[in-house]
């Protein structure tokens, strides 16, 4: 569940900046920086179905000074809504992502920010407020829901492994190469990579351990 909503003055973009912006901002969730195969497919195709990018043109922009110049840069105000469990995890990357989607419409346009025009809100939905398919649902039921495919995949041994010097979230199925930074936990004996801290907090909860 990622909801982006990209607000701009009307008429200020137009429909190749947004589908620039739009194709940016869905590759770089669904795939982050680690490109194609960070996750196995089943992961990826129902992440696809949960993550959507919209725009809002709004009329009658003022800023303090005024209105925005028609010929200059336009004011971008963009919201991403995910569940309060991952806000933490996903707001660095999330604000940079929309940062570098702006600036590629900007260098296509020619155009240069001045600073205080572009505004980026990550908001967290807590649990029970978040409705998935119009019902009252949690992070972790999110993220069993985005997951089911590679979870059955899993529990039927069909699952592919993971390539060689990873390890595999077992929440979510995403590769995670070990290492500095990287966030794991030991469990029977095992050392378990996980791709966020939401799905570690989830795995602990599940398992009954500590985050550490």
Same mark, same amino acid.
């Given at each position: 569940?990622? *909801?982006?909503?990209?607000?701009?003055?009307?008429?200020?973009?137009?429909?190749?900046?947004?589908?620039?912006? #739009?194709?940016?901002?869905?590759? #770089?969730?669904?795939?982050?920086?680690?490109?194609? !195969?960070?996750?196995?497919?089943? %992961? *990826?195709?129902? #992440?696809? %179905?949960?993550?959507?990018?919209?725009?809002?043109?709004? +009329?009658?922009?003022?800023?303090?000074?005024? $209105?925005?110049?028609?010929?200059?840069? $336009?004011?971008?105000? #963009?919201?991403?809504?995910?569940?309060?469990?991952?806000?933490?995890?996903?707001?660095?990357?999330?604000?940079?992502?929309?940062?570098?989607?702006?600036?590629?419409?900007? &260098?296509?346009?020619?155009?240069?920010?001045?600073?205080?025009?572009?505004?980026?809100?990550?908001? !967290?939905? $807590?649990?029970?407020?978040?409705?998935?398919?119009?019902?009252?649902? %949690?992070?972790?039921?999110?993220?069993?829901?985005?997951?089911?495919?590679?979870?059955?995949?899993?529990?039927?041994? &069909?699952?592919?492994?993971?390539?060689?010097?990873?390890?595999?979230?077992?929440?979510?199925?995403? +590769?995670?190469?070990?290492?500095?930074?990287?966030? &794991? *936990?030991?469990?029977?004996?095992?050392?378990?990579?996980?791709?966020?801290?939401?799905?570690?907090?989830?795995?602990?909860?599940?398992?009954?351990?500590?985050?550490?």
């Amino acid at each position: 569940m990622i *909801l982006i909503e990209i607000a701009h003055p009307a008429g200020a973009l137009r429909e190749e900046d947004r589908r620039l912006v #739009a194709e940016r901002l869905v590759g #770089a969730f669904l795939t982050g920086d680690s490109g194609p !195969g960070s996750a196995p497919e089943a %992961t *990826l195709r129902r #992440a696809a %179905t949960m993550t959507h990018v919209a725009f809002r043109e709004l +009329y009658g922009w003022h800023r303090g000074d005024g $209105p925005p110049d028609p010929g200059a840069a $336009p004011p971008v105000i #963009a919201s991403v809504t995910v569940p309060e469990a991952w806000r933490e995890d996903v707001a660095p990357y999330a604000i940079g992502v929309l940062r570098s989607a702006v600036r590629q419409v900007d &260098t296509a346009r020619a155009w240069e920010r001045r600073g205080g025009d572009l505004w980026v809100t990550v908001r !967290g939905v $807590p649990d029970g407020s978040i409705g998935l398919d119009g019902r009252p649902a %949690t992070a972790d039921g999110v993220l069993a829901h985005m997951t089911e495919e590679f979870r059955a995949a899993q529990a039927a041994g &069909t699952a592919p492994p993971p390539p060689d010097g990873t390890l595999l979230d077992p929440v979510c199925g995403m +590769y995670v190469r070990p290492g500095k930074g990287s966030i &794991t *936990l030991d469990h029977d004996g095992e050392t378990v990579g996980f791709c966020s801290r939401g799905c570690r907090d989830s795995y602990a909860r599940e398992h009954g351990l500590a985050p550490a």
